[in-house]
Protein backbone atom coordinates (compact mmCIF):
# COMPACT_ATOMS: atom_id res chain seq x y z
CA UNK A 1 0.00 0.00 0.00
CA UNK A 2 1.66 3.68 -0.89
CA UNK A 3 0.25 6.26 1.26
CA UNK A 4 1.37 10.41 1.15
CA UNK A 5 2.48 12.02 3.91
CA UNK A 6 3.60 15.69 3.98
CA UNK A 7 7.22 14.92 3.54
CA UNK A 8 6.95 12.17 1.21
CA UNK A 9 5.15 8.92 0.15
CA UNK A 10 5.49 6.01 1.63
CA UNK A 11 5.27 1.97 0.71
CA UNK A 12 3.81 -0.08 3.42
CA UNK A 13 3.91 -3.83 3.30
CA UNK A 14 0.90 -5.52 5.28
CA UNK A 15 2.16 -5.27 8.39
CA UNK A 16 2.07 -1.40 8.21
CA UNK A 17 6.02 -1.08 7.82
CA UNK A 18 7.91 1.05 5.86
CA UNK A 19 9.78 -0.71 2.69
CA UNK A 20 9.95 1.72 0.45
CA UNK A 21 10.05 5.77 0.62
CA UNK A 22 10.44 8.94 -1.89
CA UNK A 23 11.09 12.25 0.23
CA UNK A 24 10.13 15.33 -1.17
CA UNK A 25 13.03 18.29 -1.23
CA UNK A 26 12.99 20.07 2.15
CA UNK A 27 11.70 23.24 0.97
CA UNK A 28 9.49 25.05 2.68
CA UNK A 29 7.74 26.62 0.07
CA UNK A 30 7.14 23.10 -2.28
CA UNK A 31 6.33 21.33 0.98
CA UNK A 32 3.72 23.87 1.63
CA UNK A 33 2.27 23.60 -2.06
CA UNK A 34 2.00 20.09 -1.45
CA UNK A 35 0.28 20.23 1.76
CA UNK A 36 -2.28 22.04 0.01
CA UNK A 37 -2.66 19.26 -2.83
CA UNK A 38 -1.78 16.45 -1.70
CA UNK A 39 -3.98 14.27 -4.27
CA UNK A 40 -1.48 11.99 -6.25
CA UNK A 41 -2.98 8.89 -7.91
CA UNK A 42 -3.23 6.02 -5.97
CA UNK A 43 -2.09 7.48 -3.09
CA UNK A 44 -3.97 6.72 0.32
CA UNK A 45 -3.86 8.49 3.80
CA UNK A 46 -2.00 6.82 6.10
CA UNK A 47 -3.89 4.12 8.31
CA UNK A 48 -5.19 4.96 11.20
CA UNK A 49 -2.35 4.13 14.37
CA UNK A 50 0.26 4.53 11.70
CA UNK A 51 3.16 7.07 13.33
CA UNK A 52 4.22 8.96 10.36
CA UNK A 53 6.51 11.08 13.14
CA UNK A 54 8.54 7.81 13.10
CA UNK A 55 8.35 7.76 9.70
CA UNK A 56 9.80 10.99 9.02
CA UNK A 57 12.91 10.39 11.40
CA UNK A 58 13.49 6.59 10.41
CA UNK A 59 13.67 8.00 6.64
CA UNK A 60 16.16 9.96 7.45
CA UNK A 61 13.89 13.12 6.49
CA UNK A 62 14.47 14.90 9.64
CA UNK A 63 17.23 14.35 12.05
CA UNK A 64 14.90 14.66 15.56
CA UNK A 65 11.62 15.60 17.16
CA UNK A 66 12.21 19.52 17.04
CA UNK A 67 13.20 19.46 13.88
CA UNK A 68 9.82 17.37 12.76
CA UNK A 69 8.35 19.45 14.82
CA UNK A 70 9.81 22.86 13.28
CA UNK A 71 9.40 22.10 9.94
CA UNK A 72 6.26 21.09 10.03
CA UNK A 73 5.00 24.29 11.71
CA UNK A 74 6.91 26.49 9.21
CA UNK A 75 5.64 23.89 6.57
CA UNK A 76 1.82 24.59 7.63
CA UNK A 77 1.97 28.53 8.36
CA UNK A 78 3.11 29.06 4.65
CA UNK A 79 0.68 26.69 3.52
CA UNK A 80 -2.61 28.26 5.59
CA UNK A 81 -1.24 31.86 4.41
CA UNK A 82 -1.19 30.80 1.28
CA UNK A 83 -4.92 29.54 1.30
CA UNK A 84 -6.30 32.19 2.12
CA UNK A 85 -4.70 35.27 0.24
CA UNK A 86 -6.98 33.49 -2.35
CA UNK A 87 -9.85 36.13 -2.67
CA UNK A 88 -12.45 36.02 -4.68
CA UNK A 89 -14.82 38.84 -6.15
CA UNK A 90 -17.71 37.61 -3.78
CA UNK A 91 -15.32 38.71 -0.90
CA UNK A 92 -15.66 42.35 -2.34
CA UNK A 93 -19.08 42.14 -2.71
CA UNK A 94 -19.64 41.04 1.14
CA UNK A 95 -17.38 43.67 2.22
CA UNK A 96 -19.37 46.72 0.50
CA UNK A 97 -22.70 45.47 1.60
CA UNK A 98 -21.40 45.34 5.35
CA UNK A 99 -19.45 48.77 4.71
CA UNK A 100 -22.68 49.90 3.07
CA UNK A 101 -24.75 49.25 6.37
CA UNK A 102 -22.07 50.48 8.33
CA UNK A 103 -22.65 54.09 6.76
CA UNK A 104 -26.42 53.85 6.84
CA UNK A 105 -26.29 53.05 10.78
CA UNK A 106 -23.53 56.49 11.08
CA UNK A 107 -25.04 58.52 9.04
CA UNK A 108 -28.10 58.23 10.42
CA UNK A 109 -26.83 59.22 13.73
CA UNK A 110 -24.78 61.71 12.44
CA UNK A 111 -28.16 63.22 10.55
CA UNK A 112 -30.10 63.22 13.28
CA UNK A 113 -27.41 64.99 15.58
CA UNK A 114 -27.29 67.70 12.71
CA UNK A 115 -31.26 68.46 12.68
CA UNK A 116 -30.71 68.56 16.40
CA UNK A 117 -28.06 70.99 16.46
CA UNK A 118 -29.28 72.98 13.03
CA UNK A 119 -32.87 72.93 14.34
CA UNK A 120 -31.58 75.86 17.36
CA UNK A 121 -30.88 78.16 14.23
CA UNK A 122 -32.84 77.17 11.86
CA UNK A 123 -36.06 75.57 13.29
CA UNK A 124 -38.07 75.80 9.98
CA UNK A 125 -35.62 74.89 7.29
CA UNK A 126 -37.87 71.42 6.93
CA UNK A 127 -34.99 69.24 5.84
CA UNK A 128 -33.54 66.15 7.03
CA UNK A 129 -30.80 63.32 6.40
CA UNK A 130 -28.71 64.04 3.14
CA UNK A 131 -30.38 66.67 2.10
CA UNK A 132 -30.29 68.58 4.93
CA UNK A 133 -26.61 67.66 5.20
CA UNK A 134 -25.74 69.59 1.70
CA UNK A 135 -27.72 72.54 2.89
CA UNK A 136 -25.80 72.75 5.70
CA UNK A 137 -22.50 72.45 4.25
CA UNK A 138 -23.16 75.04 1.66
CA UNK A 139 -24.43 78.06 3.31
CA UNK A 140 -23.93 77.01 7.21
CA UNK A 141 -25.57 80.16 8.80
CA UNK A 142 -29.07 81.03 7.41
CA UNK A 143 -28.01 84.40 6.59
CA UNK A 144 -25.38 83.48 3.74
CA UNK A 145 -28.68 81.60 1.92
CA UNK A 146 -28.51 82.71 -1.44
CA UNK A 147 -31.67 84.64 -2.99
CA UNK A 148 -32.33 81.96 -6.04
CA UNK A 149 -32.88 79.33 -2.92
CA UNK A 150 -36.11 78.24 -2.61
CA UNK A 151 -35.63 78.47 1.28
CA UNK A 152 -34.17 82.36 1.28
CA UNK A 153 -37.22 83.53 2.73
CA UNK A 154 -38.05 81.38 5.59
CA UNK A 155 -34.52 81.95 5.96
CA UNK A 156 -35.10 85.37 6.15
CA UNK A 157 -38.02 85.63 8.52
CA UNK A 158 -36.42 82.60 10.63
CA UNK A 159 -36.96 82.73 14.45
CA UNK A 160 -33.82 80.35 15.10
CA UNK A 161 -30.86 81.90 16.69
CA UNK A 162 -27.99 83.66 14.71
CA UNK A 163 -25.13 81.22 13.88
CA UNK A 164 -21.44 82.94 13.95
CA UNK A 165 -17.79 82.80 14.49
CA UNK A 166 -16.68 78.98 16.07
CA UNK A 167 -20.30 77.69 16.05
CA UNK A 168 -20.79 78.19 12.46
CA UNK A 169 -17.41 76.72 11.40
CA UNK A 170 -18.55 73.78 13.68
CA UNK A 171 -21.76 72.89 12.46
CA UNK A 172 -20.75 73.02 8.52
CA UNK A 173 -17.66 70.84 9.53
CA UNK A 174 -19.78 68.40 10.99
CA UNK A 175 -22.38 68.83 8.24
CA UNK A 176 -19.60 68.39 5.63
CA UNK A 177 -18.44 65.57 7.17
CA UNK A 178 -22.26 63.49 7.03
CA UNK A 179 -22.32 64.90 3.32
CA UNK A 180 -18.16 62.69 2.72
CA UNK A 181 -20.62 59.57 3.98
CA UNK A 182 -23.18 59.93 2.06
CA UNK A 183 -20.55 60.62 -1.38
CA UNK A 184 -19.01 57.31 -0.17
CA UNK A 185 -21.83 55.82 0.27
CA UNK A 186 -22.97 56.36 -3.74
CA UNK A 187 -19.57 55.21 -4.54
CA UNK A 188 -20.07 51.60 -2.67
CA UNK A 189 -23.48 51.62 -4.45
CA UNK A 190 -21.87 51.79 -7.89
CA UNK A 191 -19.28 49.32 -7.08
CA UNK A 192 -21.96 46.76 -5.99
CA UNK A 193 -23.87 47.62 -9.13
CA UNK A 194 -20.97 47.15 -11.48
CA UNK A 195 -19.30 44.31 -9.31
CA UNK A 196 -22.65 42.62 -9.02
CA UNK A 197 -23.33 42.82 -13.23
CA UNK A 198 -19.96 41.26 -13.61
CA UNK A 199 -20.08 38.46 -11.17
CA UNK A 200 -23.83 37.22 -11.59
CA UNK A 201 -25.62 38.81 -14.43
CA UNK A 202 -28.10 36.38 -13.57
CA UNK A 203 -29.16 37.11 -10.42
CA UNK A 204 -28.90 40.93 -11.12
CA UNK A 205 -31.24 40.50 -13.73
CA UNK A 206 -34.19 38.88 -11.12
CA UNK A 207 -33.16 40.37 -8.03
CA UNK A 208 -31.96 43.75 -8.80
CA UNK A 209 -27.83 44.40 -7.74
CA UNK A 210 -28.76 45.19 -4.30
CA UNK A 211 -31.17 42.91 -3.37
CA UNK A 212 -28.65 40.66 -5.04
CA UNK A 213 -25.46 41.61 -3.04
CA UNK A 214 -27.16 41.69 0.13
CA UNK A 215 -28.36 37.75 -0.72
CA UNK A 216 -24.54 37.21 -1.23
CA UNK A 217 -23.32 38.86 1.89
CA UNK A 218 -25.79 36.87 4.27
CA UNK A 219 -24.96 33.91 2.35
CA UNK A 220 -21.29 34.41 2.53
CA UNK A 221 -20.43 33.82 -0.85
CA UNK A 222 -21.79 33.52 -4.14
CA UNK A 223 -20.87 29.71 -4.12
CA UNK A 224 -22.75 29.19 -0.77
CA UNK A 225 -25.45 30.97 -2.22
CA UNK A 226 -26.09 29.19 -5.29
CA UNK A 227 -25.96 25.70 -2.74
CA UNK A 228 -29.44 27.25 -0.58
CA UNK A 229 -32.54 25.58 -1.88
CA UNK A 230 -34.52 28.29 -2.43
CA UNK A 231 -37.14 28.06 0.50
CA UNK A 232 -34.32 29.19 2.35
CA UNK A 233 -33.67 32.04 -0.25
CA UNK A 234 -36.69 32.95 0.42
CA UNK A 235 -36.37 33.74 3.81
CA UNK A 236 -32.82 34.98 4.07
CA UNK A 237 -33.05 37.72 6.47
CA UNK A 238 -36.16 36.71 8.52
CA UNK A 239 -34.02 34.82 10.89
CA UNK A 240 -36.30 36.01 13.87
CA UNK A 241 -39.37 35.30 12.61
CA UNK A 242 -37.91 31.64 11.34
CA UNK A 243 -36.45 30.66 14.43
CA UNK A 244 -40.14 31.79 16.05
CA UNK A 245 -41.57 29.74 13.86
CA UNK A 246 -39.72 26.49 14.44
CA UNK A 247 -39.79 26.77 18.27
CA UNK A 248 -42.75 28.09 19.09
CA UNK A 249 -46.21 28.20 17.03
CA UNK A 250 -45.60 31.32 15.23
CA UNK A 251 -46.47 31.78 11.49
CA UNK A 252 -43.73 30.89 9.20
CA UNK A 253 -42.14 34.34 7.26
CA UNK A 254 -42.57 34.52 4.15
CA UNK A 255 -40.35 36.62 2.83
CA UNK A 256 -36.91 37.83 4.47
CA UNK A 257 -34.83 40.19 2.53
CA UNK A 258 -36.21 39.94 -1.06
CA UNK A 259 -39.21 41.37 0.46
CA UNK A 260 -37.40 44.62 -1.00
CA UNK A 261 -38.09 43.52 -4.53
CA UNK A 262 -40.48 45.78 -5.72
CA UNK A 263 -42.54 43.20 -7.05
CA UNK A 264 -43.48 42.17 -3.56
CA UNK A 265 -43.15 45.32 -1.84
CA UNK A 266 -45.76 47.00 -4.37
CA UNK A 267 -47.33 43.87 -4.14
CA UNK A 268 -50.75 43.44 -1.83
CA UNK A 269 -50.35 41.38 1.02
CA UNK A 270 -52.13 38.28 -0.15
CA UNK A 271 -50.22 38.10 -3.13
CA UNK A 272 -46.54 38.65 -1.26
CA UNK A 273 -46.07 35.27 0.15
CA UNK A 274 -46.82 33.32 -3.53
CA UNK A 275 -44.56 35.77 -5.46
CA UNK A 276 -41.91 35.80 -2.83
CA UNK A 277 -41.67 32.03 -3.20
CA UNK A 278 -42.31 32.39 -6.85
CA UNK A 279 -39.17 34.93 -6.79
CA UNK A 280 -37.47 33.21 -4.56
CA UNK A 281 -37.71 29.62 -6.75
CA UNK A 282 -36.15 31.56 -9.83
CA UNK A 283 -33.52 33.32 -7.82
CA UNK A 284 -31.92 29.83 -7.02
CA UNK A 285 -31.95 28.78 -10.52
CA UNK A 286 -30.24 32.46 -11.59
CA UNK A 287 -27.40 32.10 -9.04
CA UNK A 288 -27.02 28.70 -10.14
CA UNK A 289 -26.39 29.70 -13.69
CA UNK A 290 -24.20 32.36 -12.49
CA UNK A 291 -21.87 30.20 -10.70
CA UNK A 292 -21.98 26.61 -12.14
CA UNK A 293 -22.70 27.53 -16.14
CA UNK A 294 -19.91 30.25 -16.68
CA UNK A 295 -20.79 34.10 -17.30
CA UNK A 296 -23.41 34.88 -19.86
CA UNK A 297 -27.13 36.12 -19.41
CA UNK A 298 -30.76 34.20 -20.03
CA UNK A 299 -33.15 36.05 -20.63
CA UNK A 300 -35.29 33.08 -20.32
CA UNK A 301 -35.69 33.04 -16.13
CA UNK A 302 -37.03 36.93 -15.69
CA UNK A 303 -39.45 35.70 -18.89
CA UNK A 304 -40.67 33.18 -17.10
CA UNK A 305 -40.73 34.77 -13.50
CA UNK A 306 -42.82 37.45 -15.24
CA UNK A 307 -45.80 35.12 -16.39
CA UNK A 308 -45.83 33.41 -13.28
CA UNK A 309 -46.44 36.44 -11.79
CA UNK A 310 -48.73 37.73 -13.93
CA UNK A 311 -50.27 34.42 -13.28
CA UNK A 312 -50.62 34.62 -9.87
CA UNK A 313 -51.99 38.19 -9.83
CA UNK A 314 -54.37 37.26 -12.25
CA UNK A 315 -55.86 34.18 -10.22
CA UNK A 316 -55.67 36.21 -7.08
CA UNK A 317 -57.20 39.80 -7.65
CA UNK A 318 -59.09 40.07 -4.25
CA UNK A 319 -57.99 39.09 -0.78
CA UNK A 320 -59.28 35.72 0.65
CA UNK A 321 -62.08 36.22 3.12
CA UNK A 322 -60.94 36.49 6.82
CA UNK A 323 -62.22 33.88 9.35
CA UNK A 324 -63.59 35.28 12.46
CA UNK A 325 -61.42 37.34 14.55
CA UNK A 326 -57.70 36.79 14.70
CA UNK A 327 -57.26 37.87 11.13
CA UNK A 328 -53.47 39.20 11.68
CA UNK A 329 -53.04 39.96 7.70
CA UNK A 330 -50.92 36.23 6.70
CA UNK A 331 -52.81 36.01 3.88
CA UNK A 332 -52.15 32.05 3.35
CA UNK A 333 -56.23 31.29 3.12
CA UNK A 334 -54.65 27.80 2.70
CA UNK A 335 -53.01 27.79 6.12
CA UNK A 336 -55.63 28.98 8.49
CA UNK A 337 -57.55 25.90 8.78
CA UNK A 338 -54.34 23.86 9.76
CA UNK A 339 -53.13 26.19 11.88
CA UNK A 340 -55.42 28.05 14.39
CA UNK A 341 -53.12 29.26 16.78
CA UNK A 342 -52.03 31.76 14.33
CA UNK A 343 -52.92 34.58 16.39
CA UNK A 344 -48.99 35.69 17.81
CA UNK A 345 -46.98 37.62 15.68
CA UNK A 346 -44.17 37.00 14.53
CA UNK A 347 -41.20 38.85 15.59
CA UNK A 348 -39.24 39.84 12.07
CA UNK A 349 -40.83 40.87 8.67
CA UNK A 350 -43.62 38.21 7.49
CA UNK B 1 -0.58 36.51 45.88
CA UNK B 2 -0.13 32.81 44.97
CA UNK B 3 -0.31 30.47 42.00
CA UNK B 4 -1.52 26.91 42.65
CA UNK B 5 -1.36 24.49 39.89
CA UNK B 6 -4.99 22.68 39.66
CA UNK B 7 -4.06 20.68 36.61
CA UNK B 8 -1.31 20.13 34.75
CA UNK B 9 -0.19 23.73 33.14
CA UNK B 10 -3.23 25.38 34.86
CA UNK B 11 -3.09 27.63 37.85
CA UNK B 12 -5.17 29.05 39.72
CA UNK B 13 -4.16 32.70 40.66
CA UNK B 14 -5.73 34.13 43.93
CA UNK B 15 -5.63 38.06 44.04
CA UNK B 16 -7.20 40.26 46.65
CA UNK B 17 -9.49 37.41 47.79
CA UNK B 18 -10.49 36.91 44.01
CA UNK B 19 -9.63 33.36 42.10
CA UNK B 20 -8.56 33.07 38.53
CA UNK B 21 -7.33 30.65 36.03
CA UNK B 22 -4.15 31.07 34.64
CA UNK B 23 -1.52 29.44 32.64
CA UNK B 24 2.13 30.10 32.33
CA UNK B 25 3.24 32.57 29.58
CA UNK B 26 4.81 30.50 26.76
CA UNK B 27 5.89 33.81 24.86
CA UNK B 28 6.94 36.44 27.36
CA UNK B 29 5.45 39.20 27.62
CA UNK B 30 3.27 38.71 24.64
CA UNK B 31 -1.07 38.80 25.62
CA UNK B 32 -2.81 36.80 22.92
CA UNK B 33 -6.11 38.57 22.81
CA UNK B 34 -5.81 41.81 25.57
CA UNK B 35 -6.06 39.27 28.95
CA UNK B 36 -4.40 40.36 31.35
CA UNK B 37 -0.81 39.30 32.35
CA UNK B 38 0.37 38.68 35.65
CA UNK B 39 3.84 37.87 37.21
CA UNK B 40 4.38 35.97 40.34
CA UNK B 41 8.09 34.76 41.70
CA UNK B 42 9.58 35.03 38.18
CA UNK B 43 6.63 33.49 36.51
CA UNK B 44 4.45 35.38 33.96
CA UNK B 45 1.10 34.26 33.90
CA UNK B 46 -2.20 34.91 31.34
CA UNK B 47 -5.33 35.42 32.75
CA UNK B 48 -8.13 32.44 31.26
CA UNK B 49 -11.85 33.31 30.74
CA UNK B 50 -14.01 30.40 31.52
CA UNK B 51 -16.66 32.92 29.77
CA UNK B 52 -14.48 32.57 26.66
CA UNK B 53 -13.01 29.33 26.74
CA UNK B 54 -14.74 26.05 27.01
CA UNK B 55 -11.79 24.41 27.94
CA UNK B 56 -11.10 26.98 30.77
CA UNK B 57 -14.79 26.29 32.00
CA UNK B 58 -14.52 22.35 32.28
CA UNK B 59 -11.58 23.47 34.42
CA UNK B 60 -13.66 25.30 36.61
CA UNK B 61 -16.28 22.41 36.59
CA UNK B 62 -13.70 20.16 37.81
CA UNK B 63 -13.25 17.71 34.79
CA UNK B 64 -9.87 15.86 34.69
CA UNK B 65 -8.18 17.23 31.89
CA UNK B 66 -6.11 14.33 30.23
CA UNK B 67 -3.34 17.71 28.52
CA UNK B 68 0.25 17.31 30.19
CA UNK B 69 2.95 19.12 29.31
CA UNK B 70 4.18 16.86 26.43
CA UNK B 71 0.97 15.87 25.37
CA UNK B 72 -0.31 16.09 21.51
CA UNK B 73 -3.08 17.89 20.92
CA UNK B 74 -5.31 17.58 18.19
CA UNK B 75 -7.58 21.11 18.26
CA UNK B 76 -11.02 20.71 16.41
CA UNK B 77 -12.89 24.25 15.77
CA UNK B 78 -9.74 26.56 16.73
CA UNK B 79 -11.16 30.02 15.51
CA UNK B 80 -9.15 32.62 16.40
CA UNK B 81 -7.21 31.19 18.37
CA UNK B 82 -7.84 32.15 22.22
CA UNK B 83 -8.53 28.88 24.08
CA UNK B 84 -5.41 27.37 21.65
CA UNK B 85 -3.28 29.85 22.53
CA UNK B 86 -3.82 28.64 26.09
CA UNK B 87 -3.33 24.84 25.34
CA UNK B 88 -0.27 26.00 23.74
CA UNK B 89 0.60 27.34 27.25
CA UNK B 90 0.00 23.73 28.34
CA UNK B 91 1.69 22.29 25.88
CA UNK B 92 4.94 23.50 26.09
CA UNK B 93 7.05 20.22 25.45
CA UNK B 94 3.93 19.24 23.16
CA UNK B 95 2.12 20.27 19.85
CA UNK B 96 -1.33 21.44 19.41
CA UNK B 97 -2.71 20.66 15.81
CA UNK B 98 -5.21 23.67 15.49
CA UNK B 99 -7.91 22.20 13.05
CA UNK B 100 -10.39 25.79 11.35
CA UNK B 101 -12.55 25.87 8.46
CA UNK B 102 -13.33 29.71 8.23
CA UNK B 103 -10.81 31.49 6.51
CA UNK B 104 -11.58 34.68 7.98
CA UNK B 105 -10.61 33.08 11.81
CA UNK B 106 -7.41 31.74 10.06
CA UNK B 107 -6.00 35.11 9.51
CA UNK B 108 -5.58 35.63 13.23
CA UNK B 109 -4.87 32.21 14.25
CA UNK B 110 -1.74 32.21 11.62
CA UNK B 111 -0.85 35.46 14.13
CA UNK B 112 -0.57 33.81 16.72
CA UNK B 113 1.14 30.41 15.21
CA UNK B 114 3.81 32.83 14.02
CA UNK B 115 4.09 34.03 17.81
CA UNK B 116 4.23 30.52 19.06
CA UNK B 117 6.39 27.68 18.68
CA UNK B 118 4.25 24.85 18.86
CA UNK B 119 1.23 25.31 16.88
CA UNK B 120 0.34 23.66 13.67
CA UNK B 121 -2.71 25.32 11.58
CA UNK B 122 -4.44 23.39 9.78
CA UNK B 123 -7.53 25.21 7.21
CA UNK B 124 -9.59 22.12 7.03
CA UNK B 125 -13.05 20.73 7.26
CA UNK B 126 -12.95 18.87 10.17
CA UNK B 127 -15.86 16.38 8.47
CA UNK B 128 -13.02 15.61 6.75
CA UNK B 129 -10.25 14.21 8.61
CA UNK B 130 -8.63 12.53 5.31
CA UNK B 131 -7.91 15.91 4.32
CA UNK B 132 -5.24 16.28 6.99
CA UNK B 133 -4.42 12.72 7.84
CA UNK B 134 -1.15 13.34 5.84
CA UNK B 135 0.09 16.12 7.94
CA UNK B 136 -1.41 15.07 11.70
CA UNK B 137 0.11 12.23 13.44
CA UNK B 138 -1.76 10.21 16.33
CA UNK B 139 -2.57 12.32 19.12
CA UNK B 140 -3.11 12.17 23.09
CA UNK B 141 -6.06 13.96 23.40
CA UNK B 142 -8.65 15.50 20.65
CA UNK B 143 -9.95 18.93 22.07
CA UNK B 144 -13.68 19.71 19.74
CA UNK B 145 -15.32 22.80 19.69
CA UNK B 146 -17.07 22.84 16.33
CA UNK B 147 -20.76 23.65 16.61
CA UNK B 148 -22.07 21.56 14.05
CA UNK B 149 -25.37 19.36 13.79
CA UNK B 150 -22.71 16.27 13.79
CA UNK B 151 -20.48 17.27 15.87
CA UNK B 152 -20.53 13.78 17.95
CA UNK B 153 -19.76 12.12 13.81
CA UNK B 154 -17.40 14.81 13.84
CA UNK B 155 -15.99 13.42 17.06
CA UNK B 156 -15.93 9.99 16.06
CA UNK B 157 -13.97 10.08 12.85
CA UNK B 158 -11.17 12.25 14.20
CA UNK B 159 -10.69 9.59 17.07
CA UNK B 160 -10.75 7.08 14.52
CA UNK B 161 -7.73 7.98 12.34
CA UNK B 162 -5.95 10.13 14.99
CA UNK B 163 -6.65 9.08 18.91
CA UNK B 164 -4.02 6.91 20.85
CA UNK B 165 -5.61 4.05 22.14
CA UNK B 166 -5.74 5.52 25.31
CA UNK B 167 -6.18 8.76 24.44
CA UNK B 168 -8.62 11.40 25.48
CA UNK B 169 -11.46 13.25 23.57
CA UNK B 170 -12.60 16.22 25.57
CA UNK B 171 -15.66 17.83 23.77
CA UNK B 172 -17.92 20.66 24.08
CA UNK B 173 -21.91 20.09 22.87
CA UNK B 174 -23.94 23.03 22.10
CA UNK B 175 -27.26 21.72 22.25
CA UNK B 176 -28.36 25.29 20.18
CA UNK B 177 -26.52 24.15 17.18
CA UNK B 178 -28.03 21.15 16.62
CA UNK B 179 -31.60 21.57 17.13
CA UNK B 180 -32.38 24.96 17.66
CA UNK B 181 -36.30 23.93 18.93
CA UNK B 182 -35.60 20.58 21.40
CA UNK B 183 -35.29 21.14 25.01
CA UNK B 184 -31.08 21.07 25.58
CA UNK B 185 -31.34 18.05 28.41
CA UNK B 186 -33.03 15.90 25.38
CA UNK B 187 -30.10 16.85 23.06
CA UNK B 188 -27.36 16.18 24.92
CA UNK B 189 -28.50 13.03 26.38
CA UNK B 190 -29.12 11.65 22.67
CA UNK B 191 -25.63 13.16 21.59
CA UNK B 192 -23.69 10.79 24.89
CA UNK B 193 -26.25 7.58 23.81
CA UNK B 194 -25.17 8.62 19.96
CA UNK B 195 -20.93 9.03 21.38
CA UNK B 196 -21.25 5.50 23.13
CA UNK B 197 -23.26 3.61 20.26
CA UNK B 198 -23.22 4.96 16.94
CA UNK B 199 -20.24 5.17 15.25
CA UNK B 200 -17.39 2.49 14.80
CA UNK B 201 -15.23 4.00 17.38
CA UNK B 202 -17.62 3.27 20.50
CA UNK B 203 -16.93 6.13 23.33
CA UNK B 204 -16.71 5.36 26.88
CA UNK B 205 -18.02 8.71 28.66
CA UNK B 206 -15.59 9.34 31.63
CA UNK B 207 -17.23 12.55 32.62
CA UNK B 208 -19.79 14.74 31.41
CA UNK B 209 -21.53 18.51 33.08
CA UNK B 210 -22.78 21.35 31.71
CA UNK B 211 -20.45 24.21 31.45
CA UNK B 212 -23.33 26.72 33.30
CA UNK B 213 -22.83 29.51 33.91
CA UNK B 214 -20.42 30.24 31.73
CA UNK B 215 -21.50 28.56 28.78
CA UNK B 216 -25.04 28.85 28.23
CA UNK B 217 -26.68 25.26 26.72
CA UNK B 218 -23.71 23.57 26.50
CA UNK B 219 -21.93 20.70 27.55
CA UNK B 220 -18.71 19.25 28.39
CA UNK B 221 -18.19 15.61 27.84
CA UNK B 222 -15.01 13.71 28.49
CA UNK B 223 -14.31 10.45 26.80
CA UNK B 224 -12.28 7.88 25.82
CA UNK B 225 -12.57 4.82 23.52
CA UNK B 226 -13.70 1.59 24.13
CA UNK B 227 -11.62 -1.48 23.78
Not at chain 1, 305 to 312: H, M, P
Given at each position: ??II???????????GK???W??FS?D?D????????P???DM???P????I??A?I?????A?????????????????????S???????I??AV??L???D??????SE???EW???Y??????????????V???G?R???S?????Y??A?S??GA???????E?????A?N??????S??R??????KS??TT???L??I???LI?A?????A???EK???FP??????I???R????????RA?S???G??????Q?K?S?W??R?K??R??A??I??????D???G??????????????I???KA?H???P??????????GKG?Y????K????KAG??? | ??A????S???????????QL????????????G?K?????GC???I?????SKL?AMV???????IK???KV??LG?????S???V?D??S?G?????E?S???MR??????D????I??I?A??????SY??I????DVI??DVAQ??????A?V?A?????KD??????????S??????P????????????N????G??V????E??P??????????????
Amino acid sequence: MKIITWFGTLTLDDGGKVVEWDMFSKDTDALAERLIQPKEADMDIPPAGFDIRAAAIECGFVASDDEYDNLLRDVSIRAAKKQISSGTPDMGIIQAVEALDDIDETANTLSERLAEWYGMYFPEVGLSSEPLARFVAKYGSRSNVSPDDRLYEKATSSMGAELTGLDEELVKGFAENICTLYDSRSRLEEYLVKSMETTAPNLVNIAGALIGARLVSMAGGLEKLARFPSSTIQVIGANRALFKHLRARAPSPKHGIIFNHPQIKNSPWWQRGKIARALAAKISLAVRMDVYSGGGLNESIKTELDAKIESIKATHPKPPKRESKGGSGKGKGEYKNKNKMQNKKAGGRR
Amino acid sequence: MAAKEVSSGVFEITERGGKQLATKNLVHGMSVYGEKLIEIEGCEYRIWNPKRSKLAAMVIKKFNIPIKRDSKVLYLGAASGTSVSHVSDIVSDGIVYAVEFSQRTMRDLIGLCDERPNIVPILADANRPQSYAHIVEEVDVIFQDVAQPNQSEIAAVNAKQFLKKDGHLLLSIKARSIDTAANPKKVFKDEVRKLENDFDVGFEVLDSRELMPFHEDHLGVMARVRN
